[in-house]
């Protein structure tokens, strides 16, 4: 008599998962599976089916039969012959869903032009201030004897700081600076 190994079933445990390589993985075999399914559907039966899977941060997968793009403008576009069985229904429910997905489009391109102004609005505020700090700079490209004594002590401050960071920069990279003069370390 032989024994015969029977394939069971494991179940899963369903949770999202973590890892981000395991995720795509297991995103790939279960929407193959689902198409594989899809299409076993429209062979035995005929139906009309369509599939739309968008998974987070990447392109759209779809299966449709015929096509993805006829079923959906068969039940949600403009061109739309009403069922036999309802008729009249099916319309209302489209004309439902344009009118929710109408207002829910118009509040998101209220929302962006809300932050289109905002940022307008603060690019001409940073333009001004910009010129108004150049305009402010401008002091120290006059002749020295025309500046006042805060603009000279500024002037000074910086020529200070500019040769620390000048000599901190020679002294890394191997030279040393004495007497005015650099010389090599």
């Known amino acids: 008599m032989s024994t015969r190994r029977i394939k069971v079933r494991k179940s899963v445990r369903l949770a999202k998962i973590e890892n981000q390589n395991i995720q795509q993985v297991t995103f790939s075999k279960r929407r193959n599976g689902v198409f594989k399914k899809a299409n076993e559907l429209v062979a035995m039966t ?4 369509g599939i739309i899977v968008c998974p ?9 039969h015929p096509n993805v793009n006829e079923i959906i403008n068969k039940y949600v576009g403009e061109k739309r012959s009403p069922s036999p069985s309802s008729p009249g229904i099916d319309d209302k429910y489209v004309q439902m869903f344009r009118k929710a997905n109408s207002r829910e489009l118009n509040t998101r391109l209220n929302s962006l032009q809300d932050q289109l ?68 370390e």
Do not use: C, R
């Not at 987070?56 to 449709?64: E, L, V």
């Open 56 to 64: 987070q941060g990447s392109k759209p997968y779809s299966f449709g």
């Open 117 to 184: 102004d905002f940022a307008l609005n603060m690019k001409s505020k940073l333009k001004q201030m910009n010129k108004k700090v150049e305009s402010q700079q401008e002091w120290f490209k006059g002749p020295i004897e025309k500046m006042n004594y805060i603009e000279a002590s500024m002037l000074k401050e910086g020529l200070e700081d500019l040769l620390l960071k000048v000599k901190n920069y020679g002294t890394e990279h191997g030279y040393g600076y004495e007497n005015g003069k650099w010389k090599a």
């Open 46 to 49: 005929g139906a009309e089916v």
